[in-house]
């Protein structure tokens, strides 16, 4: 059974940091290709930032030299580093594994940027 669960969010003062984490289970996380994706309520769910096995990164214009994602294999987690956050960065969160042409998604984590 293949779970992702995120974690990190919360409330945080614009200008601010956070890190967000996503533990996989149940997949060969080293050859998993993992995302990073946030949705707010009424909008379609978005890409911040994905890294593939060979640790190639790409990123959206708006996460571009404020995000950073990563990834520990023998931890079999993915992290995003948020910085200089902003009140628009606001929205839920969620961890994307890509293996064997299927999509998992994690339950998603919220974060809350204040103005």
């Known amino acids: 059974q293949v779970q992702l669960v995120e974690s990190g969010g919360g409330l945080v003062q614009a200008g601010g940091s956070l890190k967000l984490s996503c533990a996989a289970s149940?997949?060969?996380?080293?050859?998993?290709?993992m995302g990073w994706y946030r949705q707010t309520p009424g909008k379609q769910r978005e890409l911040v930032a994905t890294i593939t096995p060979n640790f190639g990164t790409t990123y959206a214009e708006s996460a571009k030299g404020r995000f950073t994602i990563s990834r520990d294999n023998p931890k079999n987690t993915v992290y995003l580093q948020l910085n200089d956050l902003k009140p628009e960065d606001t929205a839920v969160y969620y961890c994307s594994a890509g293996i064997f042409s299927r999509t998992y998604w994690g339950q998603g984590t919220g974060v809350t940027v204040s103005s």
């Open positions: 149940g997949i060969i996380f080293s050859v998993a290709a």
